[in-house]
Antibody
């Protein structure tokens, strides 16, 4: 059974870089049948797609974040990562990693989410 | 970007009642629309994809219809576990976007 687990610091200072890792277990991260996604949710608000990465290494990012975001995959460790630079309080959110399946094109597996607070 | 507007924001119903949730897109997304359910403290889970196709393990009381700009999620008879927030999501055009959500409360 596929499981995704986010990890990283829960508190980041303003202007610094937010770095999160998603560890994938119970399945392969090296498949053209899936892409690997980050989605966030500010407290009490809705969902925002951040970006995704394909096995080929190509990426798509939300234009609202594109200048500050990078997603990478480490297939040897079955992990993928998110870096978001120059964070502000507006980046405080629960960050989810997820798998996007390429038949239904839905996010069919999610991590439990990690709350990241931006504060000095 | 395509803006998805969900209505109502909150739907107050009782178990056994029928729930009808709406999602309107700012431009056509064809049938590239999915619905997700989120319970407090949990990650969302996919209910429907392609506007009307139930995801694996989703009960038949959940149904969807629509194409273009207007979509509906119907829960035919609410079970206690269905009280949650529901989001629509479009994959027709980058960036991928979500609606603001409809909370179905008791």
């Amino acid at each position: 059974q596929l499981q995704l687990q986010e990890s990283g610091p829960g508190l980041v200072k303003p202007s610094e870089t937010l770095s999160l890792t998603c560890t994938v277990s119970g399945g392969s991260i090296s498949s053209s049948s899936y892409s690997w996604v980050w989605i966030r949710q500010p407290p009490g608000k809705g969902l925002e797609w951040i970006g995704n990465m394909y096995y080929s290494g190509s990426t798509n990012y939300n234009p609202s974040l594109e200048s500050r975001v990078a997603i990478s995959v480490d297939t040897s460790k079955t992990q993928f990562s998110l870096k978001l630079t120059s964070v502000t309080a507006a980046d405080t959110a629960v960050y989810y990693c997820a798998r996007r399946e390429h038949v239904t094109w839905s996010f069919d597996n999610w991590g439990q989410g990690i709350l990241v607070t931006v504060s000095s | 970007e395509i803006v998805l507007t969900q209505s109502p924001a909150t739907l107050s119903l009782s178990p056994g009642e029928r729930a009808t949730l709406s999602c309107r897109a700012s431009q056509s997304v064809s049938s590239a629309l999915a619905w997700y359910q989120q319970k407090p403290g949990q990650a969302p889970r996919v209910l429907l994809y392609g506007a009307s196709n139930r995801a694996t393990g989703i009960p038949a009381r959940f149904s969807g219809r629509g194409s273009g700009t207007d979509f509906t999620l119907t829960i035919s008879s609410l079970e206690p576990e269905d009280f949650a927030v529901y989001y629509c999501h479009q994959r027709s055009t980058w960036p991928l976007t979500f609606g603001g959500g409809t909370k179905v409360e008791i």
